[in-house]
T-cell receptor, first 112, second 117 residues
Framework: SQQGEEDPQALSIQEGENATMNCSYK?????LQWYRQNSGRGLVHLIL?????REKHSGRLRVTLDTSKKSSSLLITASRAADTASYFC????????????FGQGTRLTINP | EADIYQTPRYLVIGTGKKITLECSQT?????MYWYQQDPGMELHLIHY???????EKGDLSSESTVSRIRTEHFPLTLESARPSHTSQYLC????????????????FGAGSRLTVL
């Protein structure tokens, strides 16, 4: 089964609002990453957080990691229409560190 | 501009045809991957490679095969396509980021959308 599960599966908000997506995983990890995918395209790396970090920021993105709960969240502040995309978390577990396992993704729609 | 290229972007073929999806990267990455993704769904790893002459099967069983004769190229081949192979195929490459943890940050191509009639 997939390592990551994301919640919600779909999220629709108004432009300017904040969007929060959650990811849960099952095994111990070295790192957790978030990727973005525009419709019909490949994925683009957004941010990486290591297992010994609890929070990380990049522009309008804020990622948290709670290894005790095996969960992460991605917050996008002041959303824009261009943020409309699917967002995936990906983990590489401590045993299979060369492979990334992706969650099922959250489809985010920003309404103008 | 993308540093990893996939061709063709779109392909519609009949059942039984042999097809090869091309993937090339100009970044000198050792690791390359093929993922399969149905529309709106999760990605499934079907093949990966740690370097030249190295290929491994991924977590999802696939009837496709891959080769890694050169660092830059990682083509995927279906000997006899079937409608069940209809999907999007995403190629990616990576290098380890930072010391110690060896994090793999993937760079993806734009994908090849395959439709088998």
């Amino acid at each position: 089964s997939q390592q990551g599960e994301e919640d919600p599966q779909a999220l629709s908000i108004q432009e300017g609002e904040n969007a929060t997506m959650n990811c849960s995983y099952k095994t111990s990890i070295n790192n957790l990453q978030w990727y973005r995918q525009n419709s019909g395209r490949g994925l683009v790396h957004l941010i990486l957080i290591r297992s010994n970090e609890r929070e990380k920021h990049s522009g309008r993105l804020r990622v948290t990691l709670d290894t005790s709960k095996k969960s992460s969240s991605l917050l996008i502040t002041a959303s824009r229409a261009a943020d409309t995309a699917s967002y995936f978390c990906a983990t590489d577990d401590v045993q299979g560190a060369q492979k990334l396992v992706f969650g099922q993704g959250t489809r985010l729609t920003i309404n103008p | 501009e993308a540093d990893i290229y996939q061709t063709p972007r779109y392909l519609v073929i009949g059942t039984g045809k042999k097809i090869t999806l091309e993937c090339s990267q100009t970044m000198g990455h050792d690791k390359m991957y093929w993922y399969q993704q149905d529309p709106g769904m999760e990605l499934h790893l079907i093949h990966y490679s740690y370097g030249v002459n190295s290929t491994e099967k991924g977590d999802l069983s696939s009837e496709s095969t891959v080769s890694r004769i050169r660092t830059e190229h990682f083509p995927l081949t279906l000997e006899s396509a079937r409608p069940s192979h209809t999907s999007q195929y995403l190629c990616a490459s990576s290098e380890s980021v930072g010391k110690g943890s060896g994090a793999n940050v993937l760079t993806f191509g734009a994908g090849s959308r395959l439709t088998v009639l």
